[in-house]
Nanobody, 113 residues
């Protein structure tokens, strides 16, 4: 079972992208009980937490994306979103969604200067 992430692409610095991550129907209970999160991993770097959203829809963000990224979710659709604004070249990475023990396959975000 894998989450399906989408929405990555190539964008110029200052641009925006919206990532989506959808889980299969069988993990509906997981979406309702766990904390969906977004991670990213740049080449040669470790995977790092970008944002997470609690069951009460309270979000936490890494300092390097605060004020620029927003995460949200729709439990009924088993989908979590990451709205990314004012993108910077250093945001270039593979972005992964995670909930419970499930991971997405990753979606590549490339920001050109």
């Amino acid at each position: 079972v894998q989450l399906q992430a989408s929405g990555g692409g190539l964008v110029q610095a200052g641009g925006s992208l919206r990532l989506s991550c959808k889980g299969p129907r069988m993990i509906l209970s997981v979406f309702n009980s766990e904390v969906p999160a977004w991670y990213r991993q740049a080449p040669g770097s470790q995977r790092e937490l970008v944002a997470e959203i609690s069951r009460q829809s309270r979000s936490n963000y890494a300092d390097f994306v605060k004020g620029r990224f927003t995460t949200s979710k729709d439990n009924n659709k088993r989908t979590v979103y990451l709205e990314m604004n004012n993108l910077k070249p250093e945001d270039t990475a593979m972005y992964y969604c995670h909930v419970g023990t499930y991971w997405g396959q990753g979606t590549l975000v490339t920001v050109s200067s």
